[in-house]
T-cell receptor
Framework: LAKTTQPISMDSYEGQEVNITCSHN???????ITWYQQFPSQGPRFIIQ???TKVTNEVASLFIPADRKSSTLSLPRVSLSDTAVYYC??????????????FGTGTRLLVSP | ETGVTQSPTHLIKTRGQQVTLRCSSQ?????VSWYQQALGQGPQFIFQ???????GRGNFPPRFSGLQFPNYSSELNVNALELDDSALYLC????????????????FGPGTRLTVL
């Protein structure tokens, strides 16, 4: 079964770059690795996804090594509003067909002035 | 706003009762996933429906069941409620094309907060 590990918490200051890594093994080879942001009492919000190498959008970058055993979310120049919990999401490497989706353990990011 | 709605917002039940939670997916989305999120923890995958068929399930007992309707809205039913079922229940829809990866971008609703006394 797929297992994921993330740092429990991280602290940063406004304007800094933040990198959050998720370690994941036994993930499906044909699935995206996806990252979500969640604020208290809200549903997770999509940030970015990718298969491998590097993906960049208007809010973040995602780095995935060739072995896909980890992924790193990079948030450039964070602001106070980036204070939230960040999760990776991967697919379990079931033997046949669809198995299940596995969220990471979550990283609580606190951005200070 | 993701266009995914859930009802009710909050619900209080007692042990042994049954509950039905509802989710309306975003227009054009044919896939709905349900998650349970206990306080302070990450979402746990319950199951996923694609075009009215369950196509994946997490480690939840059979008393957790679901339905997806022709308009792709969905229900989560939980029988014989237990205290540990108290959680935020999240539904997410996605526009999966046939053969597309399972972790396609999902759009989450605000959740239903269930309290079991």
């Amino acid at each position: 079964l797929a297992k994921t590990t993330q740092p429990i918490s991280m602290d940063s200051y406004e304007g800094q770059e933040v990198n959050i890594t998720c370690s994941h093994n036994n993930i499906a080879t044909n699935d995206y690795i996806t990252w979500y942001q969640q604020f208290p009492s809200q549903g997770p919000r999509f940030i970015i996804q990718g298969y491998k190498t590097k993906v960049t959008n208007e809010v973040a970058s995602l780095f995935i090594p060739a072995d896909r055993k980890s992924s790193t979310l990079s948030l450039p120049r964070v602001s106070l509003s980036d204070t939230a919990v960040y999760y990776c999401l991967v697919g379990d490497s079931g033997n046949t067909g669809f198995q299940k989706l596995v969220f990471g353990t979550g990283t609580r990011l606190l951005v200070s002035p | 706003e993701t266009g995914v709605t859930q009802s009710p917002t909050h619900l209080i039940k007692t042990r042994g009762q049954q509950v039905t939670l509802r989710c309306s997916s975003q227009s054009g989305h044919n896939t709905v996933s349900w998650y349970q999120q206990a306080l302070g923890q990450g979402p746990q995958f319950i199951f996923q429906y694609y075009r009215e068929e369950e196509n994946g399930r997490g480690n939840f007992p059979p008393r957790f069941s679901g339905l997806q309707f022709p308009n792709y809205s969905s229900e989560l039913n939980v029988n014989a409620l237990e205290l540990d079922d108290s959680a935020l229940y999240l539904c997410a829809s996605s526009p999966n094309k046939q053969g597309s990866p399972r972790t396609d971008t999902q759009y989450f609703g605000p959740g239903t907060r269930l309290t079991v006394l």
